[in-house]
């Protein structure tokens, strides 16, 4: 089958929805496909004569090599990296399913596949800080919706579009992501994500507090920007681990840390759960898939950064009920493994396709 996946740009540094789109992309041609990543100057047509240029000359020079901007993720050598200047239909590769992966590409795959079918839109977010009407008219193209999380799903279903709808979660890279120390005797040390769309101010707020009530606690965070003003020196910060260093950030902590408010899923507490961590988390959509509070996770319902570190002292001052939610935690994250993934979303390619 050739599969081409559309995202909305091409970025230097890490982001979850993209790395999902390539673990794909990797593991489809694993599988006999023909895989094509499709990156875009701009998901709008340049208006402007300095707009023409600049659009030109960046596929120029990323033409010659458009996996030297992906540094940040290995990708297989037979998947083809293309970039354009938008994607019209008349720059798209031929495709048995064309694949948005994000609102602003939905339009564009609708318009390419409106005669021939074959158009799906990979939804890994509900992204209403754009413009929420502006995304809510993408969910209701006549393109099939694959979700990562059920409460995605549940939201496609208030939209009307249940019937075009497939719940096909992500997967987790075990040979990048699992336990090297042991949970027993790990310190009363915390990590997070400091990203500035993922309330990096909660983090920052309730591992302070929390650390007024243990004196003991450390931290260590990472993210792909510059070290924050606002972080306490007794924080660490790491900028763009690579996968072993973020392997042994997540093994060196006893919890994890998940502040962010709305999450399609959340990448980073599933890899720390994966890794030994018992999760604290806002219950923000995407840590339903994971997240049961008092089974697999600590879950904080109404959000504040009071309640989120009295959720990680209560864990440090009850160790084994912390390593009760660290044992738990790891074993669901060991179901949402990527063979499972990809052959969900085969799946959903066949089934358009009339194979199954």
């Known amino acids: 089958m050739r599969v081409v996946f559309v995202l909305p740009g091409l970025v230097p540094t890490p982001v979850g929805g993209f790395k999902v789109v390539y673990e794909y992309a990797n593991r489809l041609v694993a599988r ?12 709008h047509r340049p208006s402007s004569l300095r707009e023409r240029i600049d659009a030109r000359l ?9 996996r030297k901007t992906v540094t940040w993720h290995e990708i297989d050598p037979r998947v083809e990296m293309s970039v354009v200047v938008c994607p019209r239909p008349s720059e798209l590769p031929p495709a048995d399913a064309l694949i948005a992966t994000a609102w602003q590409t939905a339009p564009w795959v609708a318009d390419a596949t409106r005669d021939g079918g074959g158009g799906f839109y990979l939804i890994q977010h509900f992204e209403p800080w754009d413009d929420e009407e502006e995304v809510r008219a993408t969910w209701k193209l006549p393109l099939h919706k694959i979700v990562i999380s059920r409460w995605l799903e549940d939201l496609a279903i208030e939209m009307g579009e249940g019937p075009r709808t497939t719940w096909v979660p992500n997967g987790l890279d075990f040979d990048r992501f699992g336990v090297d120390a042991s949970l027993e005797d790990r310190t009363p040390r915390v990590g997070a994500l400091i990203h500035p769309y993922k309330c990096p101010e909660d983090v920052i707020g309730a591992l302070s507090l929390a650390r007024r009530r243990v004196p003991s606690l450390t931290a260590v965070t990472f993210g792909t920007r510059v070290r924050r003003d606002d972080l306490p020196e007794w924080i660490e910060y790491v900028r763009l681990p690579s996968p072993d260093q973020l392997r042994r950030l997540y093994n060196s902590c006893a919890i994890f840390l998940q502040a962010s408010r709305t999450e399609g899923w959340g990448l980073p507490a599933t890899e720390a759960m994966a890794c030994g961590c018992a999760l604290v988390t806002y219950e923000n959509g995407g840590s339903r898939e994971y997240a049961t509070d008092g089974e697999t996770a600590s879950v904080v319902f109404d959000h504040g950064v009071e309640r989120l570190a009295a959720a990680i002292v209560a864990l440090l001052e009850d160790p ?37």
């Open 32 to 43: 006999g496909h023909q895989v094509t990543v499709v990156h875009p100057w701009h998901c």
């Open 320 to 356: 084994a009920h912390l390593l009760a939610l660290a044992r738990r935690g790891r074993e669901k994250a060991e179901t949402f493994t990527w063979e499972r993934s990809v052959e969900g979303l085969e799946r959903v390619l066949a089934a358009a396709e009339g194979r199954v």
């Open 58 to 66: 960046w596929v120029a020079r990323r033409r010659r090599n458009p």
